[in-house]
DNA sequence: GTCAAATTTGACCTTTATTGACCTTGCAAT
DNA sequence: ATTGCAAGGTCAATAAAGGTCAAATTTGAC
């Protein structure tokens, strides 16, 4: 397994001890796994990202810190909030992250998911063109996701 | 034998041994069947494609792996049979009779068919403009439905 | 023996991860 | 205010996978 998927598992584990909150040390943690501090940096921007339901403070200086938190609300809200924080344009990346975060809090099956995966993906949109793909790839979903909370 | 027959026997042996699916690296495999990677996808993609009862994920990069995973699936024949049955353009109409057939055929859940037409519609495509629409829904609809066999 | 299908190869591409040099911010002792 | 250390932040270069596509070759049916 690679290095930044060991730390994304064990800040998830932290956050599950800690009751979906928590701080750390960048330098000591890239020290307890061996890597460079700019390491956790990219774990935390590519896996901790508001996409992904957190949210991630820091402070710098003597005494800084790193704190993420994990928000949670409601299915219908949170496919809500989904919706409205798509834009006209959506790459498969952030797509993917808006997606495991609802399946994640509960708001969406897993199968479903994999459904609004491969609808949206670039196989399906291959006879769309690639300047084009992003926006018809942010109204599909949309459309989907609302549907998915409608009735 | 051939050499992606021998590396297909070889990857079925072990989704045997490992209960269904495997990880694997590309690179390792290729060298150990003394042929170039691309061969493994090729292999991949003549002898476990969703169509013959498998789903495969991969990510590249470092860590990067390729899984593959063998999939129950019941009902398959319909549903193959009907994305065979859809062309390179399919309009609404005839995209609701074919899925309101699977449905009817109790191939599919209501919920799924309901997610399908919601990403198929046309609010869904309206960034795609009417001379391509039915092709891009063809596309979608295959293979949100290939997909679904799958899981 | 011919022709189409299946296989094999390789050049080139895209995505994800890792690393390191350099930058900014906060704090505290002068 | 100034200075110095202690964090964390940014960004671009490089490495480490896997993906794609089409040309070349082999195989098999007829």
Do not use: W
């Not at 949170?78 to 993917?96: E, F, P, Q, W």
């Not at 300047?131 to 996701?145: G, H, M, N, P, Y």
């Amino acid at each position: 397994m690679a290095t930044s998927d060991l730390i994304a598992k064990f800040i998830l584990d932290l956050l599950e001890n800690a009751n979906g909150t928590l701080e750390l040390q960048r330098a000591t943690l890239a020290d307890k796994f061996n890597c460079v501090p700019s390491q956790i940096n990219y774990v935390i921007s590519t896996r901790f990202s508001p996409e992904h339901g957190y949210i991630v403070e820091s402070r710098r200086g003597g005494g800084g810190y790193i704190r993420i938190t994990r928000v949670r609300s409601r299915p219908r809200q949170l496919i809500m909030h989904t919706v409205n924080a798509v834009g006209d344009s959506l790459d498969i990346r952030t797509a993917k992250a808006f997606i495991s975060n609802v399946v994640n809090e509960g708001a969406l099956d897993k199968r479903f998911a994999r459904l609004i995966l491969s609808a949206i993906g670039d196989n399906a949109l291959r006879p769309v063109n690639q300047e084009q793909r992003d926006t018809v790839r942010a109204s599909i979903f949309k459309q989907i996701l609302i549907n998915t909370i409608s009735e």
